[in-house]
T-cell receptor, first 116, second 114 residues
């Protein structure tokens, strides 16, 4: 069974540019999560999809970030325009079932975003 | 508010010795607790989790963790460290009654010295 995949693995862009990150969850997983780790700090929750619906987007830092999951399969996270403080590693995770379940979240390898 | 503390930024252990990576947590309800590991240039890998039942949880690669409710701790342990255990370890918690998101600690870098 394929794990969670993310693309690209690394992106270097200049301040003000746009970047789109992609996540493909494990097949059959309804839940998809985005997290971010800024250098040396905690991994922080960004948002949670259940199928194509946003269940919780309380962690999204501001309106420069837009996440979509059309069709309930893969998800994209767009940063527009990118700022220096957006640099970090963006992780995607997926799990099968929803709140109060014991399901484990399985993480992808992350996308390392560098904004110059 | 939920939180996780990993008090050590780095832990150094000689190969063959037992290792402990510390974690304490705070949640308003009952916790689900997790350990994840990140090897160099790799993503986060699930190691083990505590849901309910036996306080000693066994996971991948010979790791185990002990849930201690009175001390609100979930320390990661291994009886005999390997050089290949060198990695970044994250403790995490989820409030089982509230929501799905995981709250992570800052991570502890484990160095196993040959």
């Amino acid at each position: 069974e394929a794990g969670v995949t993310q693309f690209p693995s690394h992106s270097v862009i200049e301040k003000g540019q746009t970047v789109t990150l992609r996540c493909d969850p494990i097949s059959g997983h309804d839940n998809l999560y985005w997290y971010r780790r800024v250098m040396g700090k905690e991994i922080k929750f960004l948002l949670h999809f259940v199928k194509e619906s946003k269940q919780d987007e309380s962690g999204m830092p501001n309106n420069r970030f837009l996440a979509e999951r059309t069709g309930g399969t893969y998800s994209t996270l767009k940063v527009q325009p990118a700022e220096l403080e957006d640099s970090g590693v963006y992780f995607c995770a997926s799990s099968q079932r929803t709140v109060s379940s014991t399901d484990t979240q399985y993480f992808g390898p992350g996308t390392r975003l560098t904004v110059l | 508010a939920q939180s996780v503390a990993q008090p050590e930024d780095q832990v150094n252990v000689a190969e063959g010795n037992p290792l402990t990576v510390k974690c304490t947590y705070s949640v308003s309800g009952n916790p689900y607790l997790f350990w994840y590991v990140q090897y160099p240039n790799r993503g986060l890998q699930f190691l083990l989790k505590y849901i309910t039942g036996d306080n000693l949880v066994k996971g991948s690669y010979g790791f185990e963790a002990e849930f201690n409710k009175s001390q609100t701790s979930f320390h990661l342990k291994k009886p005999s460290a390997l050089v290949s255990d060198s990695a970044l370890y994250f403790c995490a918690v989820r409030d089982r009654e509230r929501d799905d998101k995981i709250i992570f600690g800052k991570g502890t870098r484990l160095h196993i010295l040959p």
